[in-house]
């Protein structure tokens, strides 16, 4: 089993820039993937941004490219989100989850979300206009 941690939430202007930060424990070598997915009020949850383990492949909505950057740091098992240019409809709940799904291909991300098992309690990102 995988545990996580986020942190780095809170209240921003919009353009402002936050940074997340996803703290992984646990049997972290079985690790494929992490993902950032967000929530907000009424509306389904999206996945955010994703990276594999490695560090090797990213991928991102539509809605946040150019504007955030997923990153794992490879001496640590954390994994960042950062987010720049913020709008109020970004405002969510941020929540990281992580897929141990077995793939022989290290570098391979998929694009489903339902290998994503292990969820953190999420942290409130607010952004005002």
């Known amino acids: 089993q995988v545990q996580l941690v986020e942190s780095g939430g809170g209240l921003v202007q919009a353009g402002g820039s936050l940074r997340l930060s996803c703290a992984a424990s646990?049997?972290?070598?079985?690790?494929?993937?992490v993902g950032w997915f967000r929530q907000a009020p009424g509306k389904e949850r999206e996945l955010v941004a994703a990276?594999?383990?490695?560090?090797?492949?990213?991928r991102y909505a539509d809605s946040v490219k150019g504007r955030f950057a997923i990153s794992r740091a490879s001496t640590k098992n954390t994994v960042d989100l950062e987010m720049n240019n913020l709008e109020p409809e970004d405002t969510a709940v941020y929540y990281c989850?992580?897929?141990?799904?077995?793939?022989?291909?290290?570098?391979?991300?998929?694009?489903?979300?339902?290998?994503?098992?292990?969820w953190g309690q999420g942290t409130q990102v607010s952004v005002s206009s």
């Open positions: 646990g049997h972290t070598s079985s690790v494929h993937a």
């Open positions: 990276i594999t383990w490695n560090g090797g492949t990213t």
């Open positions: 989850a992580a897929d141990l799904t077995y793939y022989s291909e290290k570098y391979w991300l998929p694009r489903g979300t339902s290998g994503y098992e292990y």
